[in-house]
């Protein structure tokens, strides 16, 4: 007669923890991060600084700040940041999320407040990473 293996209640609950945030959250997740690419193209072509700078990470707003030595909202204007279009994939990695439109690629992550843009005015390179106008440190 086989013993039943047993789990102990740590491991069960990192398990059930694992499996519920898994549950239905994937799709929930793609649509909120698409939305947060969808407002930032909206901003973007509203021409609205304020709103823009309310979209970006901590650390991307910090960054352009420093670079620009101005305000999130003078220093977001002087970019060349080009209008993306329509979302034509969303691929999600853990709490990280590329957002590919028509014509830019946009980088996410998920923050308590939802989902900012890491950066943006991404395009490819074959075989390097992304070349971004405008990103974090």
């Not at 998920?110 to 070349?131: E, N």
């Amino acid at each position: 007669m086989r013993t039943p293996h047993r789990v102990s209640p740590l491991i069960f609950l990192a398990l059930l923890g694992l499996v519920l945030a898994g549950c239905g959250s994937v799709g929930e997740r793609r649509s909120d991060a698409e939305s947060a690419a969808v407002g930032f193209e909206r901003l973007l072509r509203a021409d609205d600084p304020a709103g823009l700078c309310t979209t970006l990470a901590p650390d991307t707003r910090s960054e352009l700040e420093d670079s620009e030595k101005s305000s999130c909202e003078k220093a977001i204007s002087s970019q060349d940041i080009p209008l993306g279009g329509t979302a034509q994939r969303v691929d999600l990695y853990g709490r990280q999320a590329r957002i590919v439109l028509d014509a830019d690629t946009l980088f996410l992550s998920l923050f308590p407040d939802g989902w900012k843009v890491v950066a943006a005015g991404c395009t490819p390179r074959p075989g390097r990473p992304y070349q971004c106008t405008l990103q974090g440190g």
